[in-house]
């Protein structure tokens, strides 16, 4: 009796190899484009990394932009997905009473720690999601797809901790979380040289420990500054048209 070829074993190798190489290529991608953005890079500069012959590149990826956009998919549906499990059980321990702070931290806790414990691939990813957000032709774009569902579930809930809050205050108070959060992976050093060496922009612990309790503390503020308003000083209502009156 005639032994099998191992076809299937040698397909599987293949497959194997090929996806080693698309992964190396994207960590090689993703460790460059986090320094140097999207205009600070060339594929070349992605196959010398690897390394792997240029001509390879142009097999996985039409172009820059679309490797570009992959490096950027393969981490958010993991971060999104974790953020939107941690949303979800906070909001169903919280009883029907969710607190800024408490939604604030199933968001951005659960980010940091992965950033925290998934070593040097996601503190790359971090920087580089950094990089995305400051790439006005095509950083809104990506932020959009990937992660307006996990933004609006902390919008539902920070709407029902702050009622009758305005939705305009706070889609505004998150863009100013989204802003000090990008800030924070960007790891630009600045505040190592500020503060002498006291504080670390690397210290994502630190940040974690802080960033959360800061930021509530601004939506709180500004919804007490509206209660103190007196009626008068809040924006006018628009006032609405009165249809003319038909004749009979």
């Known amino acids: 009796m005639s032994k099998a070829r191992p ?8 497959a194997e190899q090929r996806a080693e190489t698309l992964n190396q290529i994207l ?9 140097h953005g999207l205009h600070g890079v060339t594929l070349r500069d992605v196959a010398q990394a690897v390394p792997v012959h240029t001509t390879l590149m142009h097999y996985y990826f039409k172009d820059k932009v679309s490797l570009f956009e992959t490096v950027f998919a393969r981490r958010a549906s993991v971060t999104v997905q974790r953020r939107t499990d941690a949303l979800n059980r906070y909001e169903a321990e919280a009883g029907g009473k969710p607190t ?8 951005l806790d659960t980010d940091f720690d992965l950033y925290i414990s998934g070593g040097e691939g996601w503190m790359n990813y971090a920087a580089f999601v950094a990089q995305v957000s400051n790439t006005p032709e095509i950083g809104a774009q990506l932020m959009d797809r990937h992660f307006d569902s996990v933004v609006l579930r902390l919008i539902e809930i920070l709407d029902k901790a702050l009622a009758p809050y305005s939705k305009e205050d706070i889609f505004w108070g998150y863009d100013f979380v989204t802003g000090a959060l990008m800030h924070a992976l960007a790891r630009t050093g ?17 940040v974690k420990e802080r960033l959360a309790t800061f930021m509530a503390g601004g939506f709180m503020a500004l919804r007490e500054r509206k209660e103190k308003e007196p009626k008068t000083a809040r924006r006018p209502k628009q006032p609405t048209t009165q249809r003319p009156k038909r004749s009979l």
């Open 190 to 206: 600045r505040i190592d040289k500020l503060s002498g060496g006291i504080c670390k922009s690397e210290d994502f612990a630190a």
């Open 7 to 14: 076809v299937k074993r040698e397909s599987r190798s293949k």
């Open 100 to 107: 800024v702070e408490g939604a604030l931290r199933a968001f």
């Open 27 to 35: 960590d090689a991608a993703e460790a460059l484009f986090s320094k």
